[in-house]
């Protein structure tokens, strides 16, 4: 496709369970990055792929959070144990990495964590 | 710790209106300050940004001005249009934008016909 695709557009889940986003990136795109958006918050940035390797993954909550880009292409957000506390706005974006700054958002995972 | 401040949190204009976001930044290595627009359902798309050495970028109706001594930067737009109505979020990175994001808690416009 031509922007940012993520799926599911909704995940319900009930506590304690495990879920999985994926996000497939721009074609081409370099750079992945995974944010948290909040009802009524900005996004909060999660981790950032620079290929296959995590270059800061500074902003995972907490170690039931984790995150893989196997090929340097799909990403995937995976989600230990969730709590009511996970739920939000999953965002990804991409961009061309070195050679670019605009970042290409996807329209997000809504994740309801009953 | 919140390292962008937004305000106001939203914002009522009338059409052909200005429309005035402000933000905040306490860290100074952010070297690029980008704007970005979100519509309900969707993810928030890049609308214009600004580096450090400049005061002020147009583009279109928008405008970012920018004050490297305080650490502000604001968007204005012109002759707010009903279609403007969206969130807006500043945000700021280092690495010339090629590193994590930090956003602002939005702005909700409302641009009245």
């Known amino acids: 496709g031509a922007g940012v695709s993520q799926t599911p557009s909704n995940k319900v889940t009930e506590k304690g369970k495990y879920v999985e986003l994926r996000c497939d990136p721009i074609s081409g795109h370099t750079a992945l990055y995974w944010y948290r958006q909040s009802l009524g918050q900005g996004p909060e940035f999660l981790i950032y792929f620079q290929g296959t390797g995590a270059a800061d993954d500074s902003g995972l909550p907490n170690d039931r959070f984790f995150a893989v880009r196997p090929e340097g292409s799909v990403s995937t957000l995976k989600i230990q144990r969730t709590e009511r506390g996970d739920s939000a706005v999953y965002l990804c974006?991409?961009?061309?990495?070195?050679?670019?700054?605009?970042?290409?958002f996807g329209a997000g995972t809504r994740l309801s964590v009953l | 710790q919140q390292q962008v401040k937004q305000s106001p949190q939203s914002l009522i204009v009338q059409k052909g209106g200005i429309s005035i976001i402000n933000c905040a930044y306490e860290?100074?290595?952010?070297?690029?300050f980008p704007w970005y627009q979100q519509f309900p359902g969707k993810g928030p798309a890049l609308l214009i940004a600004i580096r450090p050495d400049v005061s002020e970028k147009k583009e279109g109706r928008f405008t970012i001005s920018f004050n490297k001594s305080a650490k502000q930067f604001s968007l204005h737009i012109m002759d707010s249009q009903p279609g403007d109505s969206a969130t807006y979020f500043c945000?700021?990175?280092?690495?010339?934008?090629?590193?994590?994001?930090?956003f602002g808690s939005g702005t909700r416009l409302q641009v009245q016909p």
């Open positions: 945000a700021a990175s280092r690495g010339s934008g090629r590193r994590a994001l930090t």
């Open positions: 860290n100074t290595a952010f070297d690029y």
């Open positions: 974006a991409s961009s061309l990495g070195h050679q670019s700054n605009i970042q290409y």
